[in-house]
């Protein structure tokens, strides 16, 4: 009986090709009619491990969690598309062992990091475009979109070789012209920006709202550079250009040049009669503000700028931790709360943090080390008690668990309902161990 297979990609709607191997078998009859060779060997084969079979409805599942999130992904609702691209790729087992050159998984991770990089999370969403890459290696898509994400990161290096590669596989992509002509634009080297950006719009006029702005500001620095150098004509030529693409932002900047300069006295005055607040901690006030009122996605987005401006802010960490955290990522949190502790944040709230997303991911062991360093600086932390107490449960340290939980009922009795069903269960995983071992002395 012979049973048929399909691919990840023919669930999801992709036409992949598999390549065909070379050689003939015998026929049943031509193998009948060979005696076999009296004391010879068998010969020697190499078995090829099969791919991991995936059952046709986790392939429906896979395709209709695709499709979910795709239209999710439209709509703006990045969190939900998130949810349902991980589970497509969980549906068809592509998270785990996915087949060599699967686009379908290919396209999985790629709109899946779309979304991460929506919601704020450039790092985040630059793994998942590796990972597009790893499975599509010659889909542009995937260095296209990477680009991006390292250029939010300000990783400008690899944001201007993954533009380039997209526009090696692809000499009419207009995205990597684009973005490629905004990382020059911020390298000050205006030449290169105003060749892709004019490039981006001979590829695709229909950016020419985004585009233009910059291209208008590529020439105008450009121009400013070549008078700076002496180059009258040629600087002259460059601000005519950038005066007929983009009049506002030239009269802008030109207005700016001719304001007065301020005495440093005078911003020393005004610093101590009106302390400046940064961009960061504008973006890190109203962030705190949406994260109170619930508004998660939006906090993300504002901790991330705050970030953004000052990477040393250890606060804007471990609160954007904190959020991921109650969103479901604790993967992420964890990651903004170890930045956090290495950029100097000492408080109790990073381990009590820790302790809380390790738990989340499974991890008793590190849950409890956590647990133990927030209860030395406040051994009165009932919600500690409480964690380290779970850790324990799932590491079946019976008697510790039974202890710690205990100790948070006692410290803040309204956590008794909350914890009841954790303490039943670290009592009866006492009272099944004990009498396991009466019962094997017993025999014994």
């Given amino acids: 009986m012979f049973t048929t297979r399909r691919s990840i990609g023919a669930a999801l709607g992709l036409s992949l090709m598999l390549p065909l191997g070379s050689g003939c078998s015998q026929s049943p009859i031509e193998t009948a009619a060979q005696p076999a060779a009296p ?73 899946r990091g779309i979304a991460y990089l929506r919601m704020g999370f450039p790092d985040t969403a630059k793994d998942d475009f590796s990972d597009a890459i790893a499975f599509a290696p ?120 001719l304001k007065p300069q301020v005495a440093e006295v005078e911003i020393i005055e005004q610093t101590v009669a009106k302390p400046v607040i940064s961009g960061a901690d504008e973006h890190y006030a109203r962030a705190r503000e949406l994260q109170v009122r619930g508004e998660n996605d939006q906090a993300i987005i504002e901790f991330t700028a705050s970030i953004t401006l000052d990477p040393d802010q250890t606060e804007a960490y471990l609160h954007r931790g904190e959020t991921l955290l109650a969103m479901g990522f604790p993967d992420t949190a964890l990651e903004d709360f170890q930045t956090a502790a290495a950029n100097g944040d000492t408080s109790n709230e990073v381990n009590r943090l820790q302790a809380r997303a390790f738990l989340s991911l499974g991890s008793p062991n590190r849950a409890a080390m956590s647990a133990t360093d927030a209860l030395h600086s406040n051994p009165t ?64």
């Fill in 381 to 444: 932390d009932a919600g500690m008690y409480a964690i380290r107490g779970e850790a324990y449960l799932m590491m079946e340290n019976w008697d510790r668990a039974i202890t710690d939980l205990d100790e948070a009922v006692r410290r803040d009795p309204a956590l008794k309902d909350s914890l009841a069903e954790f303490r039943n269960s670290a009592k009866e995983g006492r009272a099944d161990a004990l009498a396991r071992r009466n019962q094997t002395a017993y025999a014994q």
């Fill in 39 to 111: 004391n010879t060997p068998p010969a020697a084969t190499t078995a090829t491990p099969a791919p991991a079979a995936v059952d046709d409805s986790a392939l429906a599942a896979a395709a209709q969690q695709s499709a979910a999130g795709s239209k999710l992904l439209e709509q703006g609702d990045y969190q939900q598309a998130v949810e349902q691209f991980t589970m497509a790729l969980k549906s068809s087992n592509a998270a785990v062992q996915p087949p060599t050159g699967d686009a379908a998984s290919a396209e999985l991770f790629r709109k």
């Fill in 138 to 257: 010659n889909n542009p898509a995937g260095y296209e979109q990477r680009a991006v994400a390292y250029m939010e990161l300000g990783d400008r290096f690899n944001a201007l070789r993954d533009a380039t590669q997209a526009i090696r596989l692809n000499q009419h992509n207009a995205a990597a012209y684009h973005t490629r002509g905004l990382v020059y634009l911020k390298r000050g080297q205006y030449d290169r920006a105003v060749a892709d950006l004019e490039q981006t719009l001979v590829e695709d006029p229909a950016l020419a709202a985004i585009v233009t702005p910059k291209l208008g500001e590529a020439y105008y620095r450009w121009s400013r550079d070549l008078q700076d150098d002496g180059a009258t004509t040629a600087s002259e030529e460059k601000l005519a250009r950038a005066e007929a693409i983009a009049p506002e932002f030239v009269f802008h900047e030109q207005q700016e040049a």
